[in-house]
C-alpha cells in the first residue's frame, strides 16, 4: 500500500502557513500549470481523480462540477470549513498549517469553473484558523495571486471572503450554510434544485469540503490518475483520519482512502488505552452507525464502509473500549443532536429531545419495559422524514447502537440501574429531574 502523503507533509513544519514556506515547497506550481490548461481539461482530470468529498457524503466532487448550468454566471464557490461533527477534526489543521494549500485549491476550483468570487465559511469557535486565513488571503493579494489577474498573469479576477459562523452545526449542511452566508437564519433548503443549479444567491454554487479542495492542487500537478491509484474502485486518494477515543495515540492521520480500521487503530494509533478491548467504534464522525470491536477489520473506503451498514462519513474514528456505557456514550450524542437541531422539521425538533430524554431515563435506572423499543421506534420516525439529514444523523446513532447492544440497554431497564455505575454528568438533580421528568410525564 503506497505512503505517499498529499495533505500532511507540511504539517509541524516552522512557518508552514506562510506564502514564503508554501513557494519555497513548490506551492503555485499547481495553479501554474492550471493555467495553462483549457478549464475543462481540469474537470476532467478532477473527475478521473475519483476525488470524493471528504464532508461526509462522499460525493463525486468532478461530477458535481459538471451541474453547474452552462449559462448561468455568476457562479460562486463556497468552501465549508464548518467542522462541526463530533469526532471531526482535520480541517482545522490545513487551514492552521497549510492555508496556502486551501487557497491555491480555490483558486484552480475557480479556474476550473469560470468562477469569480469564492466564500470560506468557516465555524465561529474556529476565532484563530480565520484569523490565519485572513491574512494568508492579504498575502496573496499583496502578491497579486488573488485580485484583478490570476497568480499576476491571467485576465481572471479572483476574489476570496472569510465568513464566520456563529456556532451552530446546522450550518455545515450545505444548504442552511448559505441561508447563513445570506445573512439568513441557517434553515435547511428543500433539494431540489440542489446548490449547483440554486445556490447562493439565487445562482450556480459549488460547495466543497475543505479537505476536498485541498486535494486539489496535487491533481493537477500529478495528473487525476496518480491520485486515483492511490485508492481503490470509485474512491481516488488519500484522507485524514481522526482518531478520538481510548487509543494511546489519538490525532489526525493521512492514510490511503481504503485504508484498514482495525490497522489504524491497533497498528497506528498504538491500540486501546491500558490494553484493553475495542468494544465499539464509530467510523464516520458522530453520526454514523457504529461497528463491534469484531466488525472493524474492515476497509474504510466509502462503498467498503456502506457495505457493512456504516459510513466513512467526515473521517472522525471515535473508539470506545470495553469499559464504555453504550447507553451513556449515546445518551451524550443524541443530547448534541437535540441541542443542534434547527427546530424546522417537526419529527427532527420534537423527536431528538424526547430521544435524549428516554435515554437520561434508561441510563439512570428509570426505563420501564417497553422502553427500548420506543427508542428504536422514535428514531425510525425521524430518519428520512426531515428536510435535511441532521435528522437522519440523529436516528443512525440510536438505531445502530439499539441494534448492536440491546442487551446492555435492556439491562439498564431491568436492573435499574447503569451496570457501569451512575455518572457525575447526571447527578445534577435539577437537570436531570426536568429532563427526565418531563419525558416520563410525556412518554
Ligand atoms: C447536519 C449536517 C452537518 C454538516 N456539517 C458539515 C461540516 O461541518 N463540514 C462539511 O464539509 N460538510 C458538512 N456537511 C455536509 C455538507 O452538507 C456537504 O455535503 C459538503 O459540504 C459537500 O462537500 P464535499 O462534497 O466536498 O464533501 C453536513 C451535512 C449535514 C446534513
New binding site residues.
Given amino acids: 500500500m503506497s505512503e505517499t502523503l498529499i495533505l500532511t507533509p507540511r504539517w509541524g513544519t516552522k512557518d508552514s502557513h506562510t506564502l514564503a514556506s508554501y513557494r519555497r515547497d513548490g506551492g503555485y506550481a499547481a495553479l501554474a500549470k492550471a493555467l495553462a490548461m483549457a478549464p475543462s481539461a481540469i474537470v476532467d482530470e478532477v473527475k478521473a481523480s475519483n476525488l ?8 463525486a ?1 468532478g461530477l ?1 462540477w459538471t451541474f453547474l448550468p452552462k449559462d448561468v454566471r455568476p457562479r460562486y464557490l463556497t468552501v ?6 463530533p469526532g ?1 477534526f482535520k ?1 482545522r489543521y490545513i487551514i492552521e498549517y497549510d492555508p496556502h494549500m486551501l487557497l491555491e485549491g480555490i483558486a484552480i476550483a475557480c479556474y476550473a469553473n469560470d468562477i469569480h468570487t469564492a466564500y470560506i465559511y468557516i ?1 465561529g469557535e474556529f476565532k484563530r484558523q480565520a484569523e490565519i486565513l485572513e491574512v494568508a488571503i492579504a498575502e496573496e493579494y499583496q502578491a497579486g495571486i488573488l485580485g484583478p489577474r490570476l497568480l499576476g498573469k491571467l485576465d481572471f479576477a479572483l476574489d476570496v471572503h472569510v465568513h464566520r459562523g456563529a456556532g451552530a ?2 450550518c ?6 448559505l441561508e447563513s452566508l445570506e445573512g439568513k437564519k441557517g434553515y ?1 433548503r428543500l433539494k431540489p434544485p440542489f446548490p449547483a443549479v440554486i445556490g447562493l444567491y439565487g445562482k450556480p454554487t459549488i ?7 485541498a486535494n486539489v492542487p496535487w491533481i493537477v500537478q500529478h495528473g487525476g490518475a496518480a491520485f486515483a491509484a492511490l485508492g481503490v474502485g470509485k474512491s481516488g486518494g488519500t484522507r485524514l483520519f481522526c482518531v478520538s477515543g481510548h487509543v494511546n495515540r489519538p490525532g489526525v492521520y493521512e492514510k490511503p482512502v481504503h485504508y484498514n480500521l482495525k490497522r489504524l487503530i491497533m497498528e497506528d494509533c498504538g491500540g486501546v488505552l491500558g490494553g484493553r478491548q475495542v468494544k465499539a467504534v464509530i467510523p464516520g464522525g458522530s453520526s454514523a452507525p457504529v461497528l463491534t470491536g469484531d466488525e472493524i477489520d474492515v476497509s474504510m473506503e466509502f462503498d467498503a464502509l456502506k457495505a457493512v451498514g456504516t459510513m466513512a462519513g ?1 473521517g472522525g474514528v471515535i473508539v470506545m473500549d470495553d469499559s464504555t456505557c453504550m447507553v451513556r456514550a449515546l445518551s451524550r450524542i443524541s443530547k448534541f443532536y437535540a441541542d ?1 437541531s434547527c427546530g424546522q422539521c417537526t419529527p427532527c425538533r420534537e423527536g431528538t429531545p424526547w430521544m435524549e430524554g428516554l435515554l437520561e431515563r434508561i441510563e439512570h435506572g428509570l426505563g420501564v419495559p417497553g422502553d427500548v423499543d420506543k427508542l428504536a421506534q422514535m428514531a425510525n420516525n425521524i430518519g428520512g422524514q426531515t428536510i ?3 435528522g ?2 440523529a436516528a443512525m446513532p440510536v438505531q445502530s447502537f439499539v441494534k448492536k447492544f440491546r442487551a446492555e440497554f435492556e439491562r439498564h431497564v431491568t436492573e435499574r440501574r447503569c451496570p457501569f455505575g451512575d455518572h457525575a454528568w447526571g447527578k445534577n438533580q435539577e437537570t436531570r429531574e426536568a429532563v427526565i421528568g418531563g419525558v416520563t410525564a410525556q412518554v
Avoid: H, Q
Wanted: negative net charge; glycine residues 12%; contains cysteine.
Fill in positions: 470524493r468529498g471528504r464532508g461526509g457524503a462522499g460525493f466532487c458535481k465549508n470549513a464548518d467542522e462541526s461533527e471531526t480541517d465555524r452545526y446546522i455545515g449542511e450545505e444548504s442552511a450554510l435547511p460547495i466543497n469540503n475543505v479537505e476536498t479542495i467526515s443542534e435535511c439529514a441532521l437522519d444523523a
